[in-house]
């Protein structure tokens, strides 16, 4: 039979798309990450409340409220770390249900804050637990999926992060933001007390030995017909041992790690965590005529609408094409937000230059502006960088590093991708409003989109396209270093 792109590496049996099983356990994983989403964009409601509130003791300054925005990165960076050791060791679900005890310690200290250092405190905490999330979860889910579904079922992490920011812009016009912080424990509980009748990963199960196991959590997952998926985990686990750093030399090790640890540092470099997290005040500085806490939650609906498009065509198109889709789309509009800030109109042409951060919160007794059109540019442009990401850079990126990152190295390695990722993100966002307040806000948007530029030429050149394959086939794909089409006999029978 004469073999092209689309002919499977390994030959198997025609997966089912999966039962209602398989995506109880996606959804309870994927709660974790609703919490994350929650807890990243915290401070974008808060920070305007803040300022107006009465309470000294909880104004901050420029360089208090970018460590208010920033300090969760840092923790993120930690809990990053942590997951590299548990994965391997304690398992996916086990780590993503670790992760809700610092979740709810953090939401507690910030709801009961009386100082600066305690919403540095909470912010930090919650951000240990979304670092373990972000390293587990799309493991987790990706090793549950079969590949019919794993491409939907592994932008639902994305997706429930975009679900949980929206929540919190949409909780943020109604609820005071101490109230906020309670509101954020309610998806952790949820998680935690679903995950306790979920399976776990029957990978790692083959990896600790567990046959038995991992052939309950197959039946569970996939019904009675899962013999043959069995076979080929195992075949995969033999072939493979676990990561040392001599290993680290073989292109099979090394080449997946520094693509997926290269795809987060890139997606953090388009700017979107400094933009999710300061949007209400980036609103606030380019006087749009509209209220900023509504714009917020519009772009995040806007967001939650990109994603679930996103999920639908992620099987059917594939990756590349929705990375170079997502890459285009934000360099266009990050050009046109630069342009707009740069030469911005002239009734309010002191927005974006060195005004004060401190004056980011508004003042709700001031009168509202008559209404302009072209200050909604930067609402719309806003909203299509959301739209552009959450299509393609946002949910792509964690899919592929659950896909291409090797069996052997797949826990610590995800914690290596978290880390790069979260230290990236800690350092656009503590330094974003020194940057506005220096130059500009159209300083970091001109940034943002050469960055944009350099991920659509990496996709071409780095990024393999994984639609429809298993993570077997994906392995053997840096084991040998050839295309898809490769036709080595591959005995996968005991």
């Known amino acids: 039979m004469e073999r092209d792109e689309n002919t499977p590496l390994i030959p198997h049996q025609r997966p089912q798309r999966g039962n209602g099983r398989l995506y109880l356990a996606a959804f309870s994983a994927v709660l974790g990450n609703l919490s994350f989403g929650y807890a990243l964009v915290f401070p974008s409601p808060v920070i305007p409340q803040l300022q107006r509130g009465d309470d000294p003791h909880l104004k901050m300054d420029t360089q208090q409220v970018s460590w208010f925005g920033s300090i969760f990165n840092l923790g993120a960076v930690a ?55 972000a390293a587990s979860i799309p493991v987790y889910v990706s090793e549950i999926s079969n590949p019919k579904v794993r491409g ?189 800030t740069r030469t911005p109109p002239t009734h309010h042409s002191n927005s974006t230059g060195s005004s004060s951060l401190l004056q980011w919160g508004g003042n709700p007794m001031q009168a509202s502006p008559t209404f302009n059109p072209i200050t909604l540019i930067p609402l719309i442009t806003t909203m299509v960088i959301i739209f552009g990401y959450a299509m393609g850079w946002g949910p792509i990126t964690w899919l592929l590093m659950s896909e291409v990152l090797p069996l052997g190295a797949r826990g610590i390695a995800s914690g290596l991708c978290v880390v790069v990722s979260w230290l990236t993100s800690f350092v656009l966002t503590k330094v974003f409003m020194h940057v506005v307040e220096a130059l500009g806000l159209f300083a970091p948007f001109l940034f943002f989109s050469v960055v944009c530029v350099v991920n659509i030429i990496f996709t071409g050149v780095c990024v393999p396209e994984t639609k429809g394959r298993s993570l077997e086939e994906i392995e053997n794909y840096f084991r040998t270093g050839r295309s898809f089409t490769i036709t080595d006999s591959v005995s996968i029978t005991s």
């Open 79 to 133: 809990g990053g770390l942590g997951a590299m050791l548990l994965n391997d060791r304690l398992g996916r679900k086990a780590s993503i249900m670790l992760s809700a005890l610092p979740a709810c310690a953090g939401y507690l200290v910030m709801g009961a804050a009386q100082a600066v250092w305690m919403l540095y405190l909470g912010r930090f905490l919650t951000g240990v637990s979304s670092g373990m999330t």
């Open 152 to 340: 939907a079922l592994g932008s639902c992490p994305q997706l429930m992060g975009v679900f949980g920011s929206l929540a919190l812009y949409a909780l943020g016009l109604v609820l005071p933001w101490r109230w906020l912080a309670v509101a954020g424990e309610v998806p952790v509980l949820v998680m935690l007390v679903l995950l306790c009748f979920m399976p776990d990963s029957p990978r790692f199960l083959i990896t600790q030995g567990r046959r038995e196991g991992a052939c309950r959590a197959l039946e569970w997952l996939r019904g009675p017909e899962y013999s043959g998926e069995l076979v080929r985990i195992e075949h995969s686990v033999k072939t493979q041992s676990g990561m040392g750093w001599a290993e680290l030399r073989q292109s099979f090790y090394y080449k997946p790690i520094l693509i997926a640890a290269s795809m987060r540092f890139l997606q953090q470099m388009t700017g979107i965590t400094p933009i999710l997290v300061y949007l209400e005040p980036i609103f606030h500085q380019t006087q749009i005529t509209l209220e900023p806490r509504y714009d917020a939650a519009l772009v995040g609906a806007v967001r939650l609408l990109s994603v679930i498009t996103a999920a639908g065509l992620m099987d059917k198109v594939g990756r590349k094409p929705l990375l170079y889709t997502s890459g285009f789309l934000m360099f266009l509009s990050m050009l046109t937000m630069t342009m707009y």
